[in-house]
């Protein structure tokens, strides 16, 4: 039997959580050392070997080639399905403006969604003449569900709000504000069977190295994800698994040397130059050494146990903060049930100020955020995160709740 996860050496590795209690994982993960060395390391090497010579290119393509075979081993698909991008977003939007939409379409999104991503789809539906329907999502509360319900409520919710002409739907797999896990597979499986077979974009912004991701990255036609926030790499890197169906419907948006077959050279009458796999959504120079540092911070993630024993720890973090505030009179916790992941999300009384509280908190060294829709606080735990930091939240938001 392995032995229990403890996060106990990557902690000590990153320090960005020696001096404070940190709970913003949702927002960006804390960089390991080793990844940050390997990202000096390689930085080095690209310039030993010549920033722009014959003998660098071996290098960068080795680079660019084995990050893509981790995040395509970490999403469970292909390597050619896996486009290198700088965060979710553009993980999200490349592909989204390349999918073939007609006037009068519509897109399904739901109302827990980041608000970069609802703004390309109203701008995307402007150019387009597409209507837009909001799916709620935001009302399933149940955390951990052993019943199910949640996965049937969903399944209502999505059946009642698909129309015969909905060609896209976008939901993110783990909810940044609530924390509730949305069953992907389920939504595909009735995408599949309806009529016009939209398209399934999911955002994978707080599941990625958090939860396991592959049965929902294989599921979806666009899955977004970044590197900066639970796989704790660094920021400015990121990835999307991309559907076969996608790599050849889709037009390539966002479009620049990295986009085509054969880069140096174009003609006008071309008909298709650009590549068939995922490399049609990537566009330029991007920062070849980042990619050594999401790397060490996969493996240091992995070297800690695996996925799923990760999880479970993170559960038995997020339940005991979940507990811990659920017993305080004036916190209302936003999930009725465990979190099933690492985010906890709480109201305070309306007469108190949440960005207050906020503020109070980081006087004390403790980092949490607010959100708007729902307005809320929101704390994150991971596998790194120690009991004796959750203890430690819960009696200063009880103290500071006196203050505000
Ligand atoms: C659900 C969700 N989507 C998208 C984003 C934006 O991420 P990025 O800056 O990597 O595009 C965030 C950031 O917090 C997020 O939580």
């Known amino acids: 039997m392995n032995p229990p996860v403890t996060g106990k050496n990557l902690r000590s590795l990153m320090p960005a959580l020696l001096n404070k209690r940190y709970f913003n994982y949702g927002g960006q993960g804390p960089l390991p050392i080793p990844s ?18 014959n003998d660098v290119w071996p290098y960068v393509l080795a680079e660019l080639n084995s990050t893509k075979k981790a995040l395509a081993n970490t999403c469970g698909v292909s390597i050619n399905r896996i486009a290198l991008t700088e965060n979710v977003t553009s993980g999200c939007i490349l592909p989204l403006l390349g999918l073939p939409f007609k006037p009068g379409q519509r897109l399904l999104i739901s109302d ?39 996965d049937i409520l ?56 958090q939860i396991p991701v ?58 298709d130059p650009f590549h068939s796999d995922g490399r049609r959504f990537e566009v330029a120079t991007s920062c070849i050494p980042l990619l050594a540092g999401l790397r060490s911070s996969l493996e240091l993630l992995d070297q800690e146990g695996e996925e799923t024993s990760r999880l479970k720890r993170i559960q038995s973090l997020s339940y005991s903060l979940w507990s811990k505030l659920k017993a305080l009179p004036e916190i209302n916790c936003i999930l009725q049930g465990p979190p099933p992941a690492g ?39 991971h596998v790194t995160s ?4 959750v203890h430690s939240l819960a009696r200063n938001i009880e103290k500071v709740l006196k203050r505000l």
């Not at 991503?117 to 837009?132: D, G, N, Y």
């Not at 049965?215 to 979806?220: G, L």
């Not at 120690?386 to 930091?389: G, I, K, L, R």
Request: hydrophobic letters at 40%; glycine letters at 6%; proline letters at 6%.
């Open 112 to 150: 827990s969604e980041h608000p970069g991503i609802v703004s390309a789809c109203i701008e995307l539906a402007r150019r387009q003449q597409l209507e837009i329907d909001i799916l709620p999502v935001q009302q399933l509360r149940k955390g951990v569900d052993e019943h199910k319900d949640v």
């Open 36 to 53: 940050l060395q390997a990202i000096q390391n390689s930085w080095q090497r690209i310039q030993e070997l010549g920033p722009f010579t």
């Open 343 to 381: 985010l906890v999300s709480f109201t305070i009384p309306h007469s108190k100020s949440p960005k207050r509280m906020v503020r109070l908190l980081g006087q004390e060294g403790i980092w949490i955020r607010d959100l708007e829709n729902p307005i809320c606080l929101r704390a994150c735990v």
């Open 386 to 389: 120690e009991c004796s930091e």
């Open 214 to 271: 592959a049965t929902a990255a294989n599921n979806a036609d666009i899955y977004a994800f970044t590197g900066h926030k639970w796989a704790c790499g660094p920021e400015g890197l990121g990835g999307v698994a991309i559907s076969q169906r996608v790599l050849e419907e889709g037009s390539p948006t966002l479009i620049g040397w990295r986009s085509l077959k054969n880069e140096s050279i174009i003609n006008l009458e071309q008909i």
């Open 154 to 209: 969903l399944v209502n919710e999505l059946e009642r709000k698909l129309k015969p002409s909905t060609k896209l739907v976008v939901i993110s797999h783990l909810l940044w504000n609530t924390g509730q896990i949305i069953p992907i597979k389920n939504i595909a499986e009735i995408l599949l069977a309806h009529p016009s077979r939209p398209y399934l974009l999911v955002d994978a912004a707080q599941s990625f190295g």
